[in-house]
């Protein structure tokens, strides 16, 4: 019961931490003002954490041993950056492509930097 506890505040706090950072990102590419980059930053991790969710059960029925997880990052990586692309989209339609797609790239770069670091702490 503890340990789920933890993952759950785990969890909770990278998507917290993510959603802050993205938010940021979205503010300094002048995609959004503050208070809308927020809660495009929150609608947007909140698509993607469902995404990943299920992708997983496909993931990782792959053959692929336990301690490589070199096919799940791309794979992961790109499914978020194309989900996040393709919402931000909808929500500045107009921001031209080419903002959009780098924002989504620095949101990952920062997400996933973020739970690596996360990750090595533990």
Known sequence: MQETALYGTLILVF???????????????????????????????????GVVYGLWPL????????D????FVPILFGAAFIVEALLLKLLNKHQPIKRIAL????????????????????
Do not use: H, Y
């Open 68 to 71: 490589k997880v070199f096919p």
């Open 103 to 122: 924002a989504a790239l620095a949101m990952n770069l920062v997400s996933f930097g973020t739970l690596f670091m996360i990750l090595s702490i533990l």
């Open 15 to 49: 998507t917290i931490v993510c959603i802050l950072f993205e938010s940021i990102v979205i503010l300094i590419l002048k995609i959004a003002t503050f208070g809308r980059a927020l809660w495009q930053s929150a609608l947007v991790n909140l698509v993607t954490l």
């Open 59 to 66: 993931l990782s029925r792959m053959d692929v041993g336990a």
